[in-house]
């Protein structure tokens, strides 16, 4: 038997129809992405493709890193020349290799929002913008809303003709690619926009990848915008070899610039194109299927699908209504819990889904109570923390030194008492002598006025130097020791010894601990490679598929996975569908978020439940909700009961809450390895002092004795049972455990 046989006929005949434009267009769970898979092994295993050909495009770093594993795990070898990954990943690779010829260094930066605001906040400065009135995102969307849809600052400036507002918009826009450009970086919207114009105006590199990519695959196609659409178009625009797959149904991204013409007009674009739809659906029960067919059905804007499953009845919808938020994260935490403890389920087939990020919290502090290992995916990205945004900076800076931003964000970290007005002057060397901030501070000695500061300035160049002419020699991990040593970044936060500090030293033992990884697994790591694998991880990544977790999620990043046992969480009229979408009363932005809704219904394969409260405090306000209007649309009887009747707490909920307060740690404690022979910044000594018996005292969790200490195979491994928190196993050198005095 081959593995094509376990592909149904529609299935089957999209993985075969290889040559010419090709449209699969179907509904939730029914096979798409194992579609792409499968097909991507039959090219090269029947039809002989070489798999360098082969270019395949997801929507997720995770989701390439998956359809990878799974043509490995079909095909056995040769999978690592075909480029499996997301726009984002592929536009860079080629601007690497190309972006010379725009004018920008191979070696360019990319921004990311954070570096795009400070960015934004000097540029507003420089112009006198008054940022009361004109703010800052309000450019930044602006301004990202144009690259979506290819408008250069030239062309908005000669729509903005004669409209104020519009003028001081074009403005910005021009300024801001002026700056990036001397900054030698690209934010993200740019990495499409620069490879669209490399394609058009190089002709010659847009054979060679034209040649390159015979045959190019899209997963989730509804979600593409109008650069990617266009990037796409001039790819494939020799050979025509384009599968695309997509549900019109699944399109959640048009505040981002998605264009769902992209896929409902393919067949006019491609009037060639085959298109197949496939319509069984093999992820989830007849009930779920059925509810996620009856709430999509309301939309008005989309193509007619059907879609069946031969999976049995299953289980019916959980619906319950709470009085709070509170309690419902504690029934849903409890719900886990249970259904774990019963032997159902493991945690990492739990999902709880909700509308915004903010909602995550209230279950945190359940998780962390109740001692269930949960991740929280998106939230406050590892990457968006002042410690490692710094560390970053120096690498950054060590890697490009055009980069401004990075040099700026340095140059007083460790505080060496360069002023202001120093910077200013700086600053405005620079820009009259049109030379980067860090050039100018090279020249240090010719800028007038600058009186005795060039003496502060000097060893922090000097310092700059000296790494990066290290760079052929030593490894990045050995780069990011010197830095850490040098500035004395660790030691002053272990200075400061409070509870924040500590967290943030942990975080720069997680960076170091990253750094070593991607050098072990890179085959050839670099200073830059490591910069851009950090700049490309999408907050969906840090979804580690191996430990056994509950995951948390927006609806937004679910796209595409599947749970046993899924929650929608918060499922109330003013919090899904947003509060904006109801006052805004537009048919489309409704339609959007029932499109998300049935996002949410169909990442669940077995179980299902609803949840809602009636009162919620949202930035410091109650409101009090009406169940969703979506969960109207599910037709009662695929519920398991009627929602449940006001439920009284016996205690009252400020004490509840307060009570949960008290023993709330921001983070459960997670072990993580230590880097091999690396080990410095943190006290990582392994010369302990204290042994089995002593009572010790950790930051967090108060006293308690040590129980045990065992050997592990990167560090001694430490069971403590503590007074307040019960039993814990930590290694030793994050725990940071100080033995207690004998009285
Ligand atoms: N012919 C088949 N036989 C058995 N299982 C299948 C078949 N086709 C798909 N599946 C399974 O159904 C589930 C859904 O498949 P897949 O993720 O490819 O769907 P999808 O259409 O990409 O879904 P989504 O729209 O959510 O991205 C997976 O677990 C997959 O392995
Ligand atoms: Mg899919």
Not at 331 to 351: H, M, T
Not at 442 to 453: A, F, L, T
Not at 620 to 641: C, D, H, M, W
Request: include cysteine.
């Amino acid at each position: 038997m081959s593995i094509y046989d376990t592909l149904n006929s529609q299935q089957q005949e999209a993985v075969f129809h290889t040559e010419g434009p090709v449209l699969i267009l179907a509904g939730a769970g029914s096979g798409k992405t194992r579609v792409l898979t499968h097909r991507v092994a039959y090219l090269i295993e029947e039809k002989g493709i070489n798999p360098w050909n082969i270019m395949a495009i997801t929507f997720t770093n995770k989701a390439a890193g998956e359809m990878r594993e799974r043509v490995d795990s079909l095909v056995g070898f040769g999978s690592e020349s075909i480029w499996v990954s997301t726009f984002h990943s592929t536009c860079v690779r080629i601007l690497r290799r190309y972006i010379e010829r725009l004018g920008f260094d191979n070696n360019f930066t990319i921004y990311d929002s954070d570096d795009q605001k400070s960015l934004m906040k000097d540029i507003c400065k420089r112009l006198q913008i008054d940022t009361k009135i004109y703010k800052e995102k309000s450019f930044l969307a602006a301004i990202s809303k144009a690259k979506d849809e290819l408008i250069t600052p030239e062309e908005f400036a000669l729509k903005a003709e004669g409209d104020f507002n519009q003028k001081k918009y074009a403005c910005v826009y021009a300024e801001y690619q002026k700056q990036l450009r001397s900054n030698n970086a690209l934010d993200f919207d740019d990495l499409i926009v620069k490879t669209v114009d490399l394609f058009q105006t190089q002709p010659d590199v847009l054979e060679y990848y034209q040649e390159r990519f015979k045959y190019i695959m899209i997963d989730e196609y509804q979600d593409t915008n109008t650069a990617q659409f266009q990037f796409v178009s001039l790819l494939s625009s020799k050979y025509k070899n384009l599968c695309v797959v997509g549900d019109d149904d699944q399109s959640i991204y048009k505040f981002r610039g998605a264009n769902i013409a992209n896929i409902l007009s393919f067949e006019k674009v491609y009037p060639t194109a085959k298109v197949i739809k496939l319509e069984q659906n093999y992820r989830s029960t007849q009930n779920i299927l059925d509810a996620a067919n009856q709430v999509i059905c309301n939309n008005t804007e989309r193509k007619d699908k059907s879609l069946w499953t031969d999976n049995d009845k299953g289980d019916k919808i959980e619906l319950q209504v709470f009085n709070s938020a509170y309690e419902e994260a504690e029934f849903i935490v409890g719900d886990i819990s249970q259904k774990v403890r019963n032997g159902d389920l493991e945690y990492k087939d739990c999902a709880i889904l909700y509308r915004t990020n903010a909602q995550s919290r209230m279950f945190e502090e359940k998780f962390v109570i109740g001692n269930i290992p949960y991740k929280i995916v998106g939230g406050v990205n590892f990457y968006a923390r002042k410690e490692i945004k710094d560390l970053l900076a120096y690498l950054k800076t060590i890697d490009n030194a055009r980069d401004d931003l990075a040099v700026r964000r340095i140059i007083n970290v460790p505080r060496r008492g360069i002023g202001p007005t120093t910077l200013s002057r700086v600053q405005d060397y620079a820009l009259d002598h049109d030379l980067g901030f860090y050039d100018a501070l090279k020249v240090v000695d010719e800028i007038p006025n600058i009186g005795r500061s060039a003496v502060k300035i000097r060893p922090f160049v000097n310092f700059i130097q000296m790494l990066r002419s290290k760079l052929e020699y030593v490894s990045v991990t050995e780069l990011m020791q010197e830095i850490i040593e040098e500035t004395g970044y660790v030691k002053e936060l272990e200075a400061d010894n409070t509870e924040e500090a500590m967290q943030r030293i942990e975080n720069i033992d997680e960076l170091i601990s990253k750094i070593v990884a991607y050098e072990e697994e890179s085959e050839t790591p670099t200073l830059s490679g490591f910069l851009e694998e950090v700049a490309l991880v999408a907050d969906i990544d840090n979804l580690d598929e191996d430990s056994n977790h509950v995951v948390l999620m927006t609806l937004h990043s679910a796209k595409g996975l599947e749970f046993p046992n899924v929650y929608l969480a918060g499922m109330e009229d003013g919090i899904f569908p947003s509060y904006m979408t109801i006052v805004a009363d537009d048919p489309t932005e409704i339609e959007e978020e029932r499109r998300l809704c049935y996002v949410g219904i169909t990442r669940a394969r077995k179980w299902l439940t609803i949840t809602s409260a009636k009162q919620r405090m949202i930035r410091g306000e109650t409101q009090y909700n009406k169940v969703s209007r979506f969960v109207n649309e599910i037709p009662r009887q695929l519920f398991a009961k009627e929602p449940q009747k006001e439920k009284v707490s016996e205690v009252p909920k400020n004490l509840v809450y307060a009570a949960a307060k008290k023993n709330f740690h921001s983070k459960p404690f997670e072990a993580k390895p230590i880097a091999p022979s690396k080990n410095f910044g943190a006290n990582h000594s392994s010369g302990l002092d204290y042994s089995e018996g002593d009572t010790v005292r950790h930051m967090k969790f108060g006293e308690g004795k040590v129980l045990q200490i065992v050997q592990g195979g990167r560090d001694y491994e430490v069971t403590v049972a503590f007074e307040r928190v019960g039993t814990k196993k930590m290694f030793a050198s994050f725990a940071k455990l100080k033995k207690c005095n004998a009285i």
